[in-house]
Every structure is written in structure tokens, then in C-alpha cells.
Nanobody
């Protein structure tokens, strides 16, 4: 099983990025998926979550700016990030959690840096 994030980079405040998480070795429809982030000297925190029917939830800090989506046919989860601010600077991780059973998988992360 592999989760491969991409789309990170360096942007200026107010700009947008779209992160992708390509999953292989698993049937994505059997998993809930999420994006987390970890800033320097801070704990990893949940950013956004989406289950297979498409229900979503977001951290208060990103509500109205970020949108999580998934395409089971492409085994890919996305995070559209708009109106980025320096406070969004972090390594962003993709997670897949089995809907039945204890299996959890993490990607290696992609760096997002927002300059002021």
C-alpha cells in the first residue's frame, strides 16, 4: 500500500494550491480519507476529512478556504487550498483509514510554504 502526495510548493499569501494523494494497493472506496498537517514545533493536526459517501468535515482554521474531495475511480484524494496564509505553512500528509478494521496508512507528506 502506498499513498503518494504531490502538489506542494512555495506560494505567496492569498494564492492557491491543489494537493493530490494517489493511493495504490488498496481499494479507496473501503477507506475514509483525510489530510493532516504538521508545522514546525507543532503537533500533527487534522485539516479535512472525507468518507466514501462524500461527507466532509474541516478544521475551523480552514473552513471556507479548503475543500477536500476524492475520486475513487482514480484512487485519488484532493485538497484544494485557497486564500493561503503563512499560518498554513506545514508538511501536509494524506491518511487512509479502513472503514472496517484497524488499518491506517499515511503518505510521506508534501511541504507547503506560504510567504507573506
Amino acid at each position: 500500500v502506498q499513498l503518494l502526495e504531490s502538489g506542494g510548493g512555495l506560494v505567496q499569501a492569498g494564492e492557491s494550491l491543489r494537493l493530490s494523494c494517489a493511493a495504490s494497493g488498496l481499494r479507496l472506496s473501503m477507506y475514509d480519507t483525510a489530510w493532516y498537517r504538521q508545522a514546525p514545533m507543532k503537533e500533527r493536526e487534522l485539516v479535512a476529512w472525507i468518507n466514501n459517501p462524500g461527507a466532509t468535515k474541516y478544521a475551523d482554521a480552514v473552513k471556507g478556504r479548503f475543500t477536500i474531495s476524492r475520486d475513487n475511480a482514480k484512487s485519488t484524494v484532493y485538497l484544494q487550498m485557497n486564500s493561503l496564509s503563512p499560518e498554513d505553512t506545514a508538511v501536509y500528509y494524506c491518511k487512509a483509514a479502513a472503514r472496517i478494521g484497524p488499518k491506517n496508512y499515511w503518505g510521506q507528506g508534501t511541504q507547503v510554504t506560504v510567504s507573506s
